[in-house]
């Protein structure tokens, strides 16, 4: 081999040998493929995408609202210098019509939004930075909310939505956090000590062992980093007012995400993550309302949740269906008197708590027979349980009976009956306020239990939405307020969906149907 032959050829460069075909047999003429040849081609845009694509929809949609609160602030006007700033609605169409396809990230879309032919046609082969769509996202929280409620008087004008029946649920999305950037007071203490430590010294560096631009983003880093272990103190302290004072000790909070909790999920394990309070309509599942709360129970977000949908949709809903977790005296009592009917699953059961102190199931209250004459509990052995004290609950009152020490005592089924027990065995019986007895009686009854059988339907069905098509498994923003704004996005892109599903194509299929002569 000679010196000016190179010992590697790039594959592109070889020769391409015909194929060896058999004596007297000529071989195929192909044609080849040219990759360095450059060319020139006239693309239309209007083209891109077919007359019935969903982002002709979006576009026609977003037309038809207000969208000025989205430029409010802009500092590029008509008559003064400057760059021209991005359309609000080109943002906001190319955001909703990514979601519906499952893209959530910034540069993803960014990246996407370079070749996908129906965000072409929305950009006008243009390109948007991901850092400005990225900033969109949780910047305009109150122009969203808006939006949504525009959005939502569509739907309800279309009569996709008539609040007739509304499915609360709560579902927990994880956050983006983990379990280990939760640290008790002492932890944090010295989380803080260390980032003070760390600015302090890269502040007292030689100034030419970095550049300029190296320097400023490793004292920004550092500045944030103390500014959250800051925030996850203060949210520690709140935390902290809440609990008793023998359980302050134990509490932890987030150098992450401060205004994240670790709550359990759907599959039985533990995780930080938010509670997403979602408000589904029963007639074609559309989204009435929605929040974003560190709550981990679901018990005090039905008020809220009942306020929401009233400001959105400018009336009450008649039926709101709810699961357990939502039905406790406490709602029970304050939509008793409510133009909304409560409609949800009984709870409230003590066989778990009897069986965890080791009494047996066939001593469990239920087998004690209570006398009114008496005012007291027979136990199956035959001894009396006396009237003891009562506790006044909101909605009920509970009194507690207990028999003799002498008489647990001596019994031979003690071990089965009361084992923990120090002195006789007690006994609560409960005294339900009559409205709380009237809605039980009423869940009991065939018309009503049919219809808390369409809960689950209703409200899986806005949270497969959310999950399973848009992807909102996990937050990739941090704190209450962005997190809520994803939540809102998410839930704004699934009511799009189902007005592109009723109301846009069934007007463009009436348009374009052939017409009888």
Not at 445 to 455: G, K, N, S, V
Not at 481 to 508: G, H
């Amino acid at each position: 081999m000679s010196a000016e032959q190179p010992l590697l050829v790039k594959m592109e460069e070889r020769p391409v040998e015909p194929p060896l075909v058999p004596p007297g047999e000529r071989a195929p003429r192909l044609k080849a493929v040219d990759r360095q040849q450059i060319r020139l081609r006239a693309i239309d845009p209007e083209r891109l995408v077919e007359e019935d694509h969903p982002v002709r929809a979006i576009w026609e949609l977003l037309g038809q609202m207000d969208l000025r609160p989205f430029a409010a602030g802009l500092k590029a006007v008509e008559g003064r210098p400057g760059r021209d700033a991005c359309d609000p609605r080109v943002i906001i169409a190319l955001w909703l019509y990514a979601l519906s396809r499952g893209v959530r990230e910034a540069r993803a879309l960014d990246e996407w939004s370079q070749y996908e032919p129906g965000c072409q046609w929305l950009l006008g082969l243009g390109r948007i930075n991901y850092h400005t769509l990225s900033d969109f996202v949780s910047e305009h929280a109150a122009a969203l909310d808006q939006l949504f409620v525009q959005v939502l008087q569509v739907l309800m004008a279309a009569g996709a939505a008539d609040l007739q029946r509304v499915a609360q649920d709560g579902t927990k999305i994880r956050a983006a956090a983990s379990r280990k950037s939760f640290k008790r007071q002492e932890r944090l203490a010295e989380s803080r000590r260390r980032a003070e430590e760390h600015l302090r010294a890269l502040q007292q560096q030689a100034p030419g062992q970095w550049t300029a631009a190296q320097r400023q983003a490793q004292e920004r880093a550092a500045r944030e980093r103390r500014e959250r272990v800051r925030q996850a103190e203060e949210e520690l302290q709140r935390q902290q007012a809440e609990k008793a004072p023998a359980e302050q000790a134990q509490v932890k909070a987030s150098v992450t995400d401060a205004e994240a909790r670790i709550m359990r999920q759907g599959d039985g394990g533990f995780a930080p993550s938010y509670n997403a309070q979602v408000s589904t309509d029963s007639t074609a599942g559309v989204i009435v309302g929605y929040d974003a709360t560190p709550a981990k129970e679901d018990s005090h977000e039905l008020s809220a949740a009942l306020e929401r949908v009233a400001a959105n949709s400018g009336q009450q809903p008649a039926q709101i269906l709810v699961d357990g977790g939502y039905t406790t005296r406490e709602n029970i009592m304050a939509t008793a008197t409510g133009p909304t009917e409560l409609i949800g699953a009984l709870g409230e059961n003590r066989t778990c708590n009897q069986a965890r102190h080791g009494v047996q199931p066939e001593f469990f209250p239920q087998h004690f027979v209570y006398a009114a004459e008496h005012d007291g509990f027979t136990c199956p052995v035959g001894k009396f349980l006396a009237y003891r004290k009562s506790k006044k609950l909101v909605g009920a009152t509970e009194k507690q009976y207990q028999a003799k020490a002498s008489d647990c005592r001596d019994c031979p089924l003690r071990a089965q009956c009361c084992p923990q027990a120090k002195r006789g065995r007690v006994v609560t019986r409960t005294e339900e306020d009559a409205q709380v007895a009237a809605f039980r009686q009423k869940m009991q009854r065939p018309e009503y239990r049919a219809i808390y059988r369409q809960r689950a339907q209703v409200a899986e069905f806005s949270n497969a939405c959310l999950k399973q098509k848009r992807g909102l498994r996990r937050f990739l923003r941090r704190g209450l307020a962005k997190v809520r704004a994803e939540l809102a996005w998410a839930c704004l892109s699934c009511n799009v969906a189902i007005w592109i599903r009723r109301v846009w194509k069934v007007t463009l299929q009436a348009a374009t149907a052939p017409t009888c002569a």
